[in-house]
């Protein structure tokens, strides 16, 4: 049975299967993104999205960095194997009466870009999938 979540009077007193099934929705489709990678489209939400959906679902999470590292990794780029430097970002995010999942986001460091706050952003997405929460719009 689907959760009509303006039917839900107090937030803080969601059940923990209407909390999942909260954040297993599908997302609507202009919180559905897209990016080449390797060539390729590839549909993503980010994460301003992901928030808004723990937040509306949850209302109470917390998201806590455990590791930051950033060193050299080889990658394939144009056909070669070249040494990028990657910040890789290990996290955990806790649901109340759901529990802790660990999410694990990497960033390569180029131009200006804040290669944590991306590595960040990656992790909680994935860990936010591992309660259902979909990274691809559903």
């Given at each position: 049975m689907?959760?009509?979540?303006?039917?839900?009077?107090n937030?803080?007193?969601?059940?923990?299967?209407?909390i999942?099934?909260?954040?297993a929705?599908p997302?609507?489709p202009?919180?559905?993104?897209?990016?080449?990678?390797?060539?390729?489209?590839?549909?993503?939400?980010?994460i301003?999205?992901v928030?808004?959906?723990?937040?509306?679902?949850a209302?109470?999470w917390?998201w806590?960095?455990?590791s930051?590292?950033t060193?050299?990794?080889?990658?394939?780029?144009?056909?070669e194997?070249?040494?990028?430097m990657?910040t890789?970002?290990v996290?955990?995010?806790?649901?109340?009466n759901?529990?802790?999942r660990?999410?694990i986001?990497?960033a390569?460091?180029?131009?200006?870009?804040?290669?944590?706050?991306?590595?960040?952003?990656?992790?909680l997405k994935?860990?936010?999938?591992l309660f259902?929460t979909?990274?691809d719009?559903?």
């Amino acid at each position: 049975m689907a959760v009509d979540v303006n039917s839900l009077a107090n937030i803080g007193e969601r059940s923990a299967s209407d909390i999942l099934e909260l954040l297993a929705r599908p997302f609507l489709p202009e919180a559905i993104q897209t990016r080449k990678i390797g060539g390729r489209e590839v549909a993503y939400v980010a994460i301003n999205s992901v928030v808004a959906r723990l937040n509306k679902a949850a209302g109470s999470w917390d998201w806590r960095i455990v590791s930051v590292d950033t060193a050299p990794m080889a990658l394939v780029r144009k056909g070669e194997l070249v040494d990028v430097m990657v910040t890789t970002v290990v996290g955990e995010l806790s649901i109340p009466n759901l529990g802790v999942r660990q999410g694990i986001g990497t960033a390569v460091c180029e131009g200006n870009e804040d290669s944590a706050k991306s590595a960040a952003s990656d992790a909680l997405k994935k860990a936010a999938s591992l309660f259902g929460t979909p990274l691809d719009g559903g």
